[in-house]
Each structure stands twice: as structure tokens, then as C-alpha cells.
């Protein structure tokens, strides 16, 4: 395939692919296991101030109203900690509870967070985690650690960069996509066309028919992720030095600080005279 599609990591490009009925409810099948009916997929939902003190904005939603299910999705290009999309979760449970005389649910609640940078998200002691998948549900366990279920409600955060051959091959072969699509050069071959709903997917990214306003919002998108990525470098970079002006300070030989960073010499000790005069 000669195509080239639209990086889905583009919020503005993600929710052209994604509003999609087709593809949204063959996406939550395959993430979540479930059938939706819908007639629509809703932009920009936020939840109301009464509910939770910060102002959530969901990208993408959605609700099935026979089967009285609510589908939310957040595209990520830079994580935001899972705490973030605990609380929203949990404020959306509370949202279907806040008219309720007897604290029940009326509708099942699953929120699909897609994750399209590395994972900045730690465990309690420190551990950096690399996982492709993270479910959290609301269901309690005994002490053996039986599950008991008393409702359905998920969330559930996928990480494209972190997809491996373990991941779920429903769920990898979105990831695939999304993942290809952000690659300067792409190799439309290593994804699974063979799915309607992802073949679908394909060709309405490479369809350009984002309205003036639309594509004006893409490039602004764009910019600020280029933005980001650069205070990101600005500082790794200031920790970098720091970390080598300290190792020199505390008597560590230049060849040492330099292997460390893969660097030469002569560029350490022009880091050390440029900061140390």
C-alpha cells in the first residue's frame, strides 16, 4: 500500500477516525468484550461541577441506551498518572448515583484511556511500569482472592508503545494501527486490514476531509506536542549537566562521566568549563 494515513496520536485525527459508529463499537468489542448499540458517538463530555471539583473533558462518548451502557474514551499523548483517570472513573460512578434513593447504578460505566506516549506511571514503590494493558474494576475480592462480581463497570488504559506479543490480538491490532500511523514511515502491511472495522479505520485517516477549522486545530495540536517534547529535552538535558557537574565535583574522571553518557571528553569538559567559569 502506497497511502500514507493521518497520525492518530493527532487528537483532532483520532476523534475523525473514532466518531466513527462502526469503528467505535468494533473498538470497544474488542477491548472490552461487549456489543453496543448506538446511533452516535459524542465529543467533549464533561462532567458536571457538582459531581467532581475538577473539570474533566472526555474525548470521545458514548451511550447504549437498551443495554444502558455508557463507553467513554481519552486519547493520551502525554500521560497524565493514573490517579487522573482513577478519579475520573470514579466520578462518573458517582455521577450515575447522585439521583439514586438507594446508592445503585443505573447504567454500566467503561472508560478505554489510549495511552500513545511511554507509560510515566509508577507503582506504589517506585516501579516504573511498561505494561500494554491496565484494568481497574470495582469489584471486591475475598481473602483467597476470588473475585465477586457485583457490577461491570472498567477501566481500562491500553499503552500502543508498550504492545508486545502477549498483548491480546484484538486489542494489538488497534494498537498496530495507531502505532503505524504515527511513524514518519509507514508500513501499512503490518496492519490487519483484514478487519472491517480497522480497514475502515485506514481509509478514513487517509481520507483529507477535516473542515478549515478542523485542520487549523490539527496543526495547533501538532505544535504543541513538538511544545512539549522540547521542554522535555530542555530539561533532561539541564539534568544532565547538573548530574555531570556533580560527578565531577565529587572527584569522578572525565573518561568515566563521558562513557556514562556516551559522550566524548572533549564534550564533558566543555560542559564543565562552560558552567563552572
Not at 3 to 8: H, T
Not at 230 to 256: S, T, W
Request: proline fraction near 2%.
Amino acid at each position: 500500500m502506497n497511502m500514507k494515513i493521518a497520525s492518530l496520536d493527532n487528537e483532532v485525527h483520532f476523534k475523525n477516525v473514532f466518531t466513527d459508529v462502526e469503528i467505535f463499537t468494533a473498538f470497544v468489542k474488542d477491548v472490552l468484550g461487549i456489543d453496543i448499540i448506538i446511533d452516535k458517538v459524542e465529543t467533549e463530555k464533561i462532567l458536571p461541577s457538582k459531581v467532581s471539583a475538577v473539570k474533566f473533558r472526555m474525548d470521545l462518548y458514548a451511550e447504549d441506551t437498551t443495554n444502558r451502557t455508557v463507553v467513554e474514551i481519552q486519547k493520551v499523548d502525554y500521560d497524565y498518572a493514573y490517579d487522573r483517570f482513577s478519579h475520573y472513573f470514579h466520578a462518573n460512578l458517582v455521577d450515575l448515583q447522585k439521583s439514586s434513593q438507594d446508592y445503585s447504578y443505573a447504567k454500566d460505566v467503561y472508560v478505554i484511556v489510549v495511552v500513545t506516549s511511554a507509560y510515566k506511571i509508577k507503582n506504589k514503590n517506585g516501579k516504573l511500569l511498561r505494561d500494554d494493558v491496565l484494568i481497574t474494576d470495582t469489584n471486591p475480592r475475598t481473602l483467597k482472592g476470588d473475585k465477586r462480581y457485583m457490577h461491570d463497570h472498567k477501566l481500562v488504559m491500553l499503552n500502543a508503545i508498550h504492545a508486545n506479543d502477549d498483548t491480546p490480538k484484538a486489542i494489538k491490532d488497534w494498537l498496530d494501527l495507531i502505532v503505524e500511523s504515527m511513524k514518519e514511515e509507514q508500513d501499512l502491511s503490518k496492519i490487519n486490514t483484514d478487519n472491517p472495522a480497522i480497514n475502515k479505520a485506514v481509509n478514513r485517516a487517509a481520507v483529507d476531509d477535516l473542515t478549515p477549522e478542523e485542520r487549523a486545530e490539527s496543526k495547533i495540536q501538532y505544535m504543541r506536542k513538538r511544545m512539549i517534547a522540547l521542554r522535555e529535552y530542555e530539561a533532561v538535558q539541564e539534568d544532565r549537566v547538573e548530574a555531570i557537574l556533580k560527578f565531577y565535583e565529587n572527584g569522578v574522571a572525565i573518561a568515566v562521566i563521558a562513557a556514562s553518557y556516551n559522550m566524548t571528553a572533549v564534550e564533558v569538559e566543555a560542559i564543565i568549563k562552560e558552567n563552572t567559569e
